[in-house]
């Protein structure tokens, strides 16, 4: 049987990825049509740098979260660290 607080954790854990990633997606649009020839305003760097913080922490958790998942599945058999997790194929 699932586990209920496991499964909720999960949600919020991608809904708050999820979150992030557009919150990035918004300001990278922003980005994309600045010309090339134009520098990046100092508030848009300062957008960015805030947006992929929380980006990369949001990711992070839900990752955690994941590998915790699989490891209580007996998925993951070690920690490695070429971004593999360790997943048995």
């Known amino acids: 049987m699932a586990d209920l607080t496991e499964i909720e954790a999960l949600k919020a854990s991608l809904r ?3 979150r992030a990633a557009g ?16 520098d990046v305003g100092e508030a848009d760097l300062d957008e960015l740098q805030r ?3 929380a980006n990369a922490i949001a990711a992070q958790a839900l990752r955690g979260l994941v590998e915790s998942m699989l490891k209580r599945r007996g998925k993951i058999t070690e920690p490695v660290a070429d971004g593999s997790g360790g997943i048995d194929e």
């Open 51 to 53: 947006l992929s913080l």
């Open 23 to 38: 919150a990035l997606a918004d300001v990278a649009a922003k980005i994309e049509a600045t010309d090339a020839r134009d």
């Open 16 to 18: 708050g990825a999820r």
